[in-house]
């Protein structure tokens, strides 16, 4: 398995032709999911004593086991947060598994590392941290925020030991009720309390009702999440107000802005996200608006010593990492080994520029203009609520849930587009969700059209 012989160079270019070609496909397939028993009838066994061959497992996977998952990156993937990588990102993800890099550590990865943070220095930049800010790629949103929630919950309890002040009997999070699953997800982890905070009625979060909560919860507050483009609507809080309210009452500011804070990239689009400067720590995916394969969120500190000092892992078969001064990727979040997965996105950058992506963000954001205004032309078609960046929700007068869903089993399986339904205030409607570069006005109209 490990030598390097006929058969290897046999595995290797067979399965690089493969990804050759599925990463250059001129139209990719959309695909559908099929059951679990559809497909123990015609893929089952492939796990045998003596192996069945990479030419064999490599026709299995793409005629029988790809053309069941979805392509996140077909233009008409509209449904949650797409996903788009770039080709560079997806040519340099091959090249990551190939080098046998451990992202964890300086002593081991050294050029990785410097490479990611090249990346998460000018991000922090982009989103006007100071020198000195800087975080680590993990695996998605999701640990991003429990990471950074995690960092914010020590550096109280560190400061109330300072202080000689007790710790609450029960932390608090507050965030708005508009705020992504996975921040409950992290505070059920985390065993503390989410305080959710309605938004205004323009859907955002605002410092005065911050004030609100601050002053009924008081000093067992450790963490105010503020949302740099919601999922279901792409709505940014204001973020200023909250920053202002954290910053006279010394909380930490996190911003989950996993989807949205990629459109800060966008200069006229910075105003939306005043305030970000002055969070304590800050989510985005580039696995979402970035163009960078799965799986990868950028999290960063203002201060990277926090992260350090609440997720630094000690033990005697690490002090050998842990004892020097180096700039360790590990000590930042809830991780040890880890993928150098900020590499693709690094390559990409690094290839292109920054004007590219600026560009091609922008793209998303114009055509959910573009739509909406189309989409408030039509009869029987009306917006939600006018998008903010990239994210459209609408409805179609008169259809049921029911309806709803059977439209998009039908799109879906013309292989025109995936188009779910989703909710708001228990209303059904239809969303499209646009990161995608080679999502076009035309295929949008044409989807509109199946809606008549
Ligand atoms: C997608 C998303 C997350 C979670 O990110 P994952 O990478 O899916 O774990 C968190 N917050 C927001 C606002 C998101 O859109």
């Known amino acids: 398995m490990h030598s390097v012989s006929d058969d290897a ?77 770039s080709k560079a990102a997806i040519a340099f993800d091959l090249v990551v598994s190939a080098s046998a890099i451990y992202g964890g550590s300086w002593m081991e990865g050294a050029g990785a590392v410097f490479a ?127 920053a202002a309210v954290t910053k006279a009452r010394d909380i930490w500011l996190h911003v989950d802005g996993a989807y949205g804070l990629a459109a800060m990239l966008v200069e006229r689009m910075r105003p939306t996200f005043a305030g970000v400067e002055l969070a304590d720590s800050v989510i985005v995916d580039p696995h979402k608006w970035l163009f960078a394969p799965f799986d990868a969120c950028a999290l960063i500190y203002r201060d990277p010593s ?36 900020g590499l693709p996105l690094w390559f990409s950058l690094a290839t292109h520029g920054t004007d590219q992506y600026r560009a091609s963000i922008d793209h998303g954001i114009a055509l959910a203009r573009e739509i909406a205004d189309e989409i408030e032309r039509r009869d029987g078609l009306s917006l939600v609520r006018d998008p903010q960046l990239s994210v459209v929700v609408f409805r179609r007068e008169g259809w049921s849930m029911a309806e709803y869903q059977a439209w998009s089993d ?5 292989q025109v587009g995936f188009v779910v339904p989703s909710s708001h205030a228990g209303e059904p409607v239809l969303r499209f969700a646009i990161v995608n570069p080679t999502t076009t006005m035309e295929l949008l109209t044409e989807i509109l059209d199946t809606l008549a």
């Open 9 to 85: 160079r046999e595995t290797i270019d067979g399965v690089l032709a493969y990804a050759r070609s599925r990463a250059l496909f001129a139209d990719v397939p959309l695909d559908k999911p099929v059951t679990p028993d559809e497909l123990a009838a015609v893929a089952s066994g492939s796990i045998t004593a003596g192996g069945i061959g990479s030419q064999a497992a490599t026709t299995l996977f793409a005629d029988v086991l790809a053309p069941t998952c979805l392509s996140i990156d077909h233009p008409g993937y509209l449904s949650f947060i797409p996903s788009a990588p």
């Open 306 to 341: 926090h992260g350090r000092a609440a997720h630094t892992q000690k033990a005697e078969y690490l002090d050998t990492l842990t004892d020097r001064p180096d700039w360790n990727p590990s000590d930042l979040a809830i991780q040890l080994t880890r993928r150098a997965r």
């Open 410 to 414: 039908r799109l879906l399986d013309d």
């Open 116 to 242: 990611e943070n090249e990346v998460l220095h000018w991000l922090a930049a982009e989103f006007g941290l100071p020198v000195g800010a800087g975080g680590v790629f993990v695996q998605g949103g999701t640990i991003g925020n429990l990471s950074a929630l995690v960092a914010a919950r020590d550096a109280s309890r560190r400061r109330n030991a300072e202080l000689g002040r007790t710790n609450p009997d029960r932390w608090k999070v507050v965030c708005s009720s508009e705020a992504h699953s996975s921040i409950a997800s992290a505070t059920e982890v985390m065993d503390v309390d989410i305080v959710a905070v309605r938004t205004g009625a323009d859907g955002r979060l605002h410092g005065n009702a911050v004030v609100a909560a601050l002053d009924e919860h008081g000093d067992s507050v450790f963490a105010v999440v503020v949302t740099g483009g919601t999922t279901n609507f792409g709505i940014v809080d204001d973020i200023a107000s909250v």
